[in-house]
């Protein structure tokens, strides 16, 4: 326990270094002039400019607008990756089709095919969502059946000589068993939608935070740009925390042994 | 039910070259038996019972059970195996339940029932426990009681003390050889210690290393609750010790 909260003292103590040494060089350079101050945005400013847009609803509004795209995108992928995953994990024909397929595609940069994605579908919702949607895609595909793969043949073996049948084995055993490589999954493709839906944002939006943070430099707003970026980290390290929770909760038979 | 193994060999293909890890086995375990498989590590005990099971095919001959070929792992034989294998998800009491529950038995039955085997292997008291929160010999307990639970009327065991501090594999021995005088089920159990053979079977089978033959058959003419100081017992288990180290020796040479 107290192991716990001394990690937690370094945690925070780091956090505070670089945002004094933030405020050090930013008002440094105000006092001293090295270069143009507003090409060096302070904390005060940043914290000046997210209130502001806090008040005024257009932070809200650009969050939802993102968060909706990440959401919809990456719950296409998500089932997607979860049927497919399972069905080529269990299925020796299907994934010797795929395999090939997808070790060509996964090293292509998903950003390269950004704009086809604007061709394609144009500059509205869609081209963002199926952009997600393909980016997040592949990793977590890769990931799910690959967690499906790594459950131990004993256990099935175990259940079969309980009398458990091939739906039962999926839904009883393959299933829990890989649960938790499942979630893990998931989370990384989360963040990593998190991670692109800028760069979707950054070409013809017209709302979301990518938006904003284009919008800052188009306007000459470097605050609005570091605050942009701010947001999208507070933002994936809430969801983050909020599916290790989830994670903790469901896998609770993993490290319970000091109960 | 009966074991009827007929003329069964199994052969391992590896680098090309194939093996033979079983060869012209005839074996027959009557009803009730409690029939040991013993031999050096490598002679294909493991395979045979894996065979028994139907979690392997033979390259030639068949399995029996009841007079009916066994073509896959099915809930008439119920297997424990060395390395525990419990659903690590599962709590001890959902462990033991997990046969009931495929078959769709009554919520009520099925608490009565876990708890009788819970109740049988000592284990009353960590029903709601995970398996990384147990010890190798209670978790070994919970896969027992998880075979028994589903009542199989063969029980196949496939080296279950194999990975247990000596102290425990006694303990365990002797809570298997008193459950066994309550549910007299049919047993093959695979073993490589002479001791734990003698102790517990009605016929030990003794296997040849690679490929694994029938070499001799001991039937164990002593009492069910048996003291291993016995000299009748010790001369069993010097008589079956003389006739493994041949085999010992022999994949030394």
């Not at chain 1, 997210?50 to 008040?55: P, Y």
């Not at chain 2, 009681?145 to 065991?157: K, Y």
């Amino acid at each position: 326990m107290s192991r716990d909260t001394g990690g937690r003292r370094a945690r925070a103590l780091a956090l505070l270094g670089v945002l004094v040494g933030w405020a050090v060089v930013a008002y440094g350079n105000r006092a001293f002039g090295v270069m143009a101050p507003a090409l060096l945005p302070t904390p005060g400013e940043v914290v000046a400019i997210f209130l502001d847009s806090l008040r005024d609803g257009s932070l809200p509004r650009h969050v939802a607008t993102s968060l909706a795209r990440v959401a919809i995108g990456f719950g296409f992928a998500a089932t997607a990756a979860l049927a497919l995953g399972l069905v080529a994990a269990l299925c020796v024909p299907v994934r010797l089709m795929l395999e090939p397929i997808i070790e060509f595609v996964r090293p292509i940069p998903p950003l390269a095919f950004l704009p086809m994605f604007l061709v394609w579908f144009g500059l509205g919702e869609s081209s963002k969502i199926a952009f997600i949607g393909y980016t997040t895609f592949f990793p977590m595909f890769v990931a799910i059946a690959a967690a499906v793969l790594r459950v131990d043949v004993t256990l099935l073996r175990a259940a079969a000589s309980l009398g458990a049948d091939r739906v039962a084995l999926i839904r009883r055993v393959i299933v829990p068993a890989a649960l938790p490589g499942i979630i893990v999954a998931l989370r990384l493709g989360f963040a990593l939608a998190l991670f692109v839906i800028v760069g979707a944002e950054f070409m013809g939006a017209d709302a979301g935070l990518g938006n904003l943070i284009m919008e800052g430099r188009t306007f000459f707003v470097p605050a609005q740009i570091v605050m942009g970026a701010l947001v999208l980290g507070l933002l994936g390290s809430i969801v983050n925390a909020c599916l290790l929770a989830v994670e903790r909760r469901l896998f609770r038979w993993r490290e319970s042994a000091a109960t | 039910m009966t074991i009827h193994v007929r003329g069964l060999s199994r052969a391992f293909v590896a680098a090309g070259r194939e093996t033979p890890a079983l060869l012209g086995i005839d074996l027959e375990v009557a009803e009730r038996e409690f029939v040991c498989l013993l031999g050096p590590s490598g002679c294909g005990k493991s395979t045979l019972l894996n065979i028994v099971a139907g979690f392997l095919r033979p390259s030639a001959g068949d399995v029996l059970v009841d007079g009916r070929p066994v073509t896959g792992p099915g809930a008439d034989r119920g297997v424990v195996f060395q390395e525990y294998v419990l659903f690590p998800w599962l709590t001890v009491a959902g462990n033991v339940e997990f046969g009931l529950s495929l078959k769709g038995t009554p919520a009520a039955q099925r608490r009565a029932t876990v708890a009788r085997y819970l109740d049988l292997v000592g284990l009353a008291a960590h029903a709601d426990k995970y398996p990384v929160q147990l010890s190798g010999g209670m978790k070994q307990r919970v896969a027992i009681a998880r075979a028994l639970a589903n009542s199989p009327a063969i029980i196949l065991m496939d080296e279950p003390f194999g990975a247990l501090d000596a102290q425990t594999r006694e303990v365990l021995q002797d809570e298997l050889s008193r459950i066994q005088r309550v549910e007299h089920k049919t047993v093959l159990f695979v073993t490589h210690s002479i001791r734990e053979a003698v102790y517990l079977a009605d016929r030990v089978v003794v296997m040849t290393s690679a490929p694994g033959r029938i070499k001799q058959v001991f039937t164990i003419k002593l009492p069910e609750v048996r003291d291993r100081f016995a000299p009748e017992f010790t001369h069993y288990e010097s008589e079956i010790t003389r006739l493994v180290k041949e085999e010992v020796a022999k994949v030394h040479e």
